[in-house]
């Protein structure tokens, strides 16, 4: 066995199932790095990173490539709007004039809740999903 291989050996890449890494926000092509600095929920605002730590994958993969995300962040929200007013509904709040400002309260305060949320996975579902050319690629984790 020359070097190369023996050195190659020592290095075993952890098999990251696809959805495992996208619940992580983990990068979509090495599933091992991660795109947010800090918690999704936290004092410290959450930040992406340019490039992947693990496998150098350049996030903004152009200028302005996460403008899509927010067509992305409009379907979510829409979806926790409907969710949460149904929700209220089910819970007892009748849909009658005098409970709007609880229907627009509870909605809104969702919305205000969801939205680290809602930045976060934007931008993943666009890298995870949206972004053709951009896939799974173990082979590009750098070994040292
Ligand atoms: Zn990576």
Known sequence: MNDLTSQKSKYTV???SQWSA?????CPRCRLGSTFTGA???FKVQKMKEVCDVCALKFE??????????????????AEIISLGVAAYV??????????WYFVAIIFSGVLLF?????????MVLLYWLSPGLHYDPSRIKNN
Do not use: C, Q, T, W
């Open 22 to 26: 996208f619940i992580h926000a983990k």
């Open 14 to 16: 952890p098999h990251v």
């Open 40 to 42: 999704m929920y936290g």
């Open 115 to 123: 939205s680290p949320l809602n930045y976060r996975y934007s931008r």
């Open 61 to 78: 993969r152009e200028p302005g490539y996460f403008y899509v995300s927010m067509f992305v962040s409009y379907a979510m929200n829409v």
């Open 91 to 100: 819970l007892g709040l009748d849909i009658i004039y005098e409970n709007l």
